[in-house]
C-alpha cells in the first residue's frame, strides 16, 4: 500500500507557535511517527507539504497518476474556501481521508464548514496530531476490506 501524508499552508509552522491548538509537535515529529508505523507493516509513505493552493492541486493530481492508494490530507485553511482544491480531489479516483488537528466544528464559525468533506470518504478532526495516524488506519482497515 502506498500513501501519500499532504499538508496545505502553515502546517509547515507546526510545533513552533499556539501548542494549546496544534500541540508540540513538528510536522518533521508527526512524518517520523507515521514512518516508523509504515515500515513494520510493508505499508510505503510519501509526505508533501506546500504553502500553494496550485502545488497541492498538482501533488493530488500526480497521486492519480502513479497510482497511490490513499492520500491522508490536512488541507489547512484551504479546507474552507478551497473549491479548486475539491475539484482536484473530486478529479481523482484515488480515496482521500481529510484530517485536522484540531476540532474545526468547535471553533470560530468560518472554521466550522469544509468544502473538501463531502469528496473525501471521511473526516478526522479534534484528535490533535494522533489524527494523521488514526487516518493511517482507516485505510489500513479499508485494505484489508473492513
Ligand atoms: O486543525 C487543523 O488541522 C487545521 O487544518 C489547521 C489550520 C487551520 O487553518 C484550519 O482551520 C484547521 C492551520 C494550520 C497551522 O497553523 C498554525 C498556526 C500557528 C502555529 C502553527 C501552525
Redesign the pocket.
Known sequence: MKLLILN????????????G??GAETLADVESKLDKIALAQDVELAFYQSNWEGALVDKIHEAEDIGLDGIIF???????YSIALRDAVASITVPVIE??????HS??P??QNSVIAPVCIGQI??FGTD?YELAYQAFLLRGKGV
Open positions: 496545505g499552508p502553515n502546517l509547515n509552522r507546526l510545533g513552533k507557535r499556539e501548542p491548538i496544534y490536512n488541507p489547512g485553511a484551504f479546507t474552507h484530517i485536522h488537528i484540531s476540532n474545526i471553533r470560530e468560518f472554521r478532526s479534534g489524527g
